[in-house]
């Protein structure tokens, strides 16, 4: 029988050791153990963190925080952008599994952040879809590229963290329901930025929690 769920400051320890061992090219018997066990998790899942990261294939979540099946709950998608489908996904998992913890994981390199400061710079004709995720990506990172006076190379961790920090901005503005439980069921919502190179996840607050 599972125990409690965890709080938002265990979640995060976890996450934390868990990259530790990533970075330190270990990988936990617990996550190789959990796939021996797929008849437990095939009648019920309790992820203890909930993380929206971007689709490159580069990042996995599962890997980087070197967990195992039925650990966490993923949505991925590019530029990790909060559209209705993700908040939906969100909003499903802390109230399905009173999920604690949300971590926006944002990635160094990103390649839809990187396409929409092209696109900042140059707008160019693209499919209604891919508008779709650029719309999105531009409005938090367009200062940052003005402050850099266009330089689209130098401007990208800045870009890459702020995207992280819009995105966690939107969860908040899409969700009446993510607010109230951040502000009265201990839900904690924070970012994170993935060094591709180096496997190390940096965790920053975002404590301006959503008011009214």
Known sequence: ?????????????????????????????????????????????????????CSDSRAPAEFVFDQGLGDLFVIRVAGNIAAPSQVG?????????????????????????????????????????LHAIVDRIAPGIAPVLAGFGGAADACM????????????????SQSDYLRYAELQGGLRIVGADYDLG???????????????
């Open 89 to 129: 996904s969100i909003e499903f998992a802390v109230e399905q599994f009173q999920t604690k913890l949300v971590v926006v994981l944002g990635h160094s390199n990103c390649g839809a952040v990187r396409a929409t400061l092209a696109h900042c710079m140059a707008p160019a004709d693209t499919s209604p879809a």
């Open 198 to 212: 180096s496997g190390f996840v940096d965790f920053f607050e975002n404590t301006s929690a959503a008011r009214n």
């Open 1 to 53: 029988m599972q125990g409690p769920q965890l709080d938002a400051d265990q979640a995060l320890a976890r996450l934390r050791e868990g990259n530790r061992r990533f970075v330190d090219h270990v990988i936990s018997l617990e996550a190789l153990l959990s796939h021996a066990r797929r008849d437990e998790h095939a009648r019920a899942q309790r992820p203890f963190a909930v993380v929206l990261g």
């Open 157 to 172: 961790p800045q870009a890459i963290r702020a995207n992280v920090m819009a995105t966690i901005g939107n969860l908040r």
